[in-house]
């Protein structure tokens, strides 16, 4: 039995990872900005959580900590998106977006690797994206921020002294959870913009109903617990998204991959 911190239990890939490790034995001390949406089943111990403030980060984790001993793994999934045109974002949306994203991300990394280094053991996963590769277009402060973490997921991965504690950067393609509907909308655009949004958010949609159910990103990462080397970055989602266009996209000048992504969304 392993005790797991989990940001994000209330909804999609979070929650479907809480299912499955509470449903293996495992205790999960599962988070949300409002505990009652957390799923009321055994071994799920709710934790109020807020992502765009670092005292309840700092908090939550330390009262948590406090009552579970010690934590075997923390996953960093929690999460939310924005669309419009990145000409017109205001300084407010991308702060929001890099304070969700990567400074509480970063805030939970370090309070997770501080808390496992007097056992030198634990796995943490950050749940970063696909996008942060391929970015998604009119999601400039997302894309921008899963890079970010991405980018600080490795320098950390150069940088740990030999010790049984591993990181995984998990990166999501699409995958159908609850994701759309709370992303926010409201940046202003100017009329040169509006078609192309609106073409592009009818392709995220279909894209995201499409997509495998986010117990396939559940399955990774109970396989991922039990390993003692776990891969240092792993792509899940469908094939074409997963395996192809991230190789693919390897070996293309830049050039020609703003306009595979272009036609991709019908751009
Ligand atoms: N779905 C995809 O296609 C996809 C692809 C790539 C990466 N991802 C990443 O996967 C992670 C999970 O996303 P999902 O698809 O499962 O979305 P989701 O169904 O909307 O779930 C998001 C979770 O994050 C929590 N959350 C949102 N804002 C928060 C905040 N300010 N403070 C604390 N918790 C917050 C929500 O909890 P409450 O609202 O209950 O607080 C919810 O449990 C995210 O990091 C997302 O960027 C998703």
Redo the contacts with the bound molecule.
Sequence with gaps: MKKIFL??????????IAMALTEQGHEVWG????AS??PNISRLHPVG????DPR?IEAAFNSALAQAGHFDVVIN?????HFGPAENLSAETIANQFQ??VF?HVQLMQLALAAMRAREHGLIIN?????SRLPVPFMAA?NAA?AAMAAFTMSIQLELPDSRVRIIDL?????????N??VDKRAQHDSRYEAEVAKTWVMVERN?AA?PK?ELVAGHVLKFIDQASPPPRVTV?DTFQSKLAPFIFRFLPQRVRIWGLKKYYGL
């Design positions: 940001t994000g239990a209330s909804s999609g890939i979070g929650k479907a988070t949300s900005r409002d949406r957390l959580f807020d992502l765009s309840s999934n929690a999460g939310a998106g969700l994203l509480g749940v970063t994206s696909l996008a997302y899963k990166q999501p393609g699409d995958i159908c959870t609850e994701f509907s709370a995201m997509a986010p989602g």
